[in-house]
């Protein structure tokens, strides 16, 4: 555990990127979006081409599609694997099972606790000094 001086640095510092990365928020916001503009531009292209596209000052380059594998015969899967391994494995979003079950079967087969992540938000206590330019 850090020294109380050594805390009170870190979450100084902590607090002042926070700070910083919001005031970007816009930017990335704008970044992003032109992302999806120029992914769009190359929509109905061949999957596996890649792509450079000239600007004045910037190139990008636009890489071919990603491989994404998906199982398409689940039944064979689960043959193959037998009923034991498969429901090992299996994995089932817990939003098809709110939207197929009703809310009183969910007690005899879900549990919900408080065991996930902390957020962690930075409050500035005094404005934040001008800085030098």
Known sequence: MPTPAKRVAIIDEF???????KVQKPERDRHKALE????????????????VAEGTLYSVRISARAKKRTIFNLDKVFRLLGKIKFLSLASIPLSAVDRELPDADH???????????????????????????
Do not use: Q
């Not at 120029?38 to 792509?51: G, L, N």
């Not at 005899?108 to 957020?119: A, D, M, Q, V, Y």
């Not at 005094?126 to 330019?133: D, E, I, Y």
């Open 107 to 133: 007690s005899t087969f879900l549990k919900e606790e408080r065991s996930g992540s902390r957020s962690v938000e930075a409050v500035a206590i005094v404005p934040a000094l001008k800085r030098a330019a």
């Open 15 to 21: 607090g002042e990127l926070e700070r910083r990365l």
């Open 36 to 51: 999806a503009e120029i992914v769009a531009w190359y929509r109905d292209e061949p999957a596996e081409e890649s792509f």
